[in-house]
């Protein structure tokens, strides 16, 4: 099995900055597409970014410019910088983690909340 940790939400105001962090672990040989994905109270989980083993990215729209998701393929952990943090940003964010070798499975972390608020 593979398990994720996030860590890093909390609360922030307008125009703030956060960092948020997700490490897997277990039988791992590689993670394909790692991301984060949000959901707002009453709403579904949506995508915010995704990358993939060689560094390709894609974001939502409403997060380009303004976030930007990196990863350490030897630390299987995948990053979400948060700039200009509005508070439409606010919601539980979610890590996920996409394997297709090893121990195939799309996985999902506990979910950390991130409030945008003065």
């Known amino acids: 099995q593979v398990q994720l940790v996030e860590s890093g939400g909390g609360l922030v105001q307008p125009g703030g900055s956060l960092r948020l962090s997700c490490a897997a672990s277990?039988?791992?040989?590689?993670?394909?597409?790692m991301g984060w994905y949000r959901q707002h109270p009453g709403k579904q989980r949506e995508l915010v970014a995704r990358i993939t083993t060689s560094g390709s990215t894609n974001y939502a729209d409403s997060v380009k410019g303004r976030f930007t998701i990196s990863r350490d393929n030897a630390k299987n952990t995948v990053y979400l910088q948060m700039n200009s943090l509005k508070p439409e940003d606010t919601a539980v964010y979610y890590c996920?983690?996409?394997?297709?070798?090893?121990?195939?499975?799309?996985?999902w972390g506990q979910g950390t909340q991130v409030t945008v608020s003065s």
């Open positions: 996920n983690a996409y394997i297709l070798l090893g121990t195939p499975g799309d996985y």
């Open positions: 277990g039988r791992i040989f590689s993670i394909n597409v």
